[in-house]
């Protein structure tokens, strides 16, 4: 008999008080563990997509791919840019140092790709960033007895307020409902008279539209981002922006008619055949998905009976009951 086991028999009590605290201990840690589909993992690549309907590789190469590449090329810790163009889109794929912030990098990315004052008009940008937590949690359909635009202010005023609340929760997103855009559409009889062409008016607009980062301040513990330039505000600020001439500076809306139009949804939800929104749940890197999936369960009620006009939830897609099989699975088999 060795000496350990003497030892255990001459000091039972003592080690079946160990034993259930090591259980007590185990099953404590168990419950503090955070529970999601994927563990959260952050890799310093971004994906950037820009389209350009109807044009050839080359046209998408020269007029799209090649100023989105000098533009990100310049942010801040970017090691590697490299794009495909195809007929009518670019795909680029970037890549950082490894340690930088990653949302205050895709965040620079995004800011240069968008702020690509010679981008023809028709482009549309998008950054995707390599992470595990671009994964919904939930995916929500929403749907009412009210018109769209209605549901989608209601949507916009009161349930991602409240779902944006909910701990853990990073991102709301909002899908399938009609936007509006700012349209300047030139007056070729104007710019003849001044002597101007629609692509150096358009720069003009652009470049006095554009914000673009300009480095980093501190106020003692905190970091402040720079930016330079400002959003466009409204139809009449904008008509209102100074465009440089021969004759000294004129009034955009001289040159051109300012003003907010419609765009149609991309993308179509419906639920039981009526016209819906699509509600996109996205969590925070170190939050537990099953406990945002019950939490944002627990508020849909009370959402439905604020919103009124019959508006009722339905789950699209929800990562919690996999993951709790997952765990029961696990529990059942390991015991």
Known sequence: MTSLTKLSLANRMLVGLVSVAIVVFGVLAAASLRQELLPSTQIPTALVTATYPGTSPETVAKDVAEPIEQAISSVKGVTSVRSVSANGFATLTVEWDYGLDDDETVTAIRTAAEGVPTLPDDTEVTVQAGSTDDIPVLVLAVASDADLAELNRTTSDIAVPQLSEVDGVRQVQVSGQDTTELAVTL????????????????????????VVPAGTSYDEDTELAIEVGSAPGSAKSVANWPIATADGPVPLKSLATVAVRSVESTTVARQDGRPALSLTVLKESDADAVEISHAVEDLLPDLQRSMGSGTTFSTVFDQAPSIEQSIHDLAVEGG
């Open 187 to 210: 007056k070729p009889a104007e710019l003849r008279e001044r002597d101007l062409t629609a692509a150096a008016v358009t720069q003009l607009v652009r470049a006095q539209a554009l």
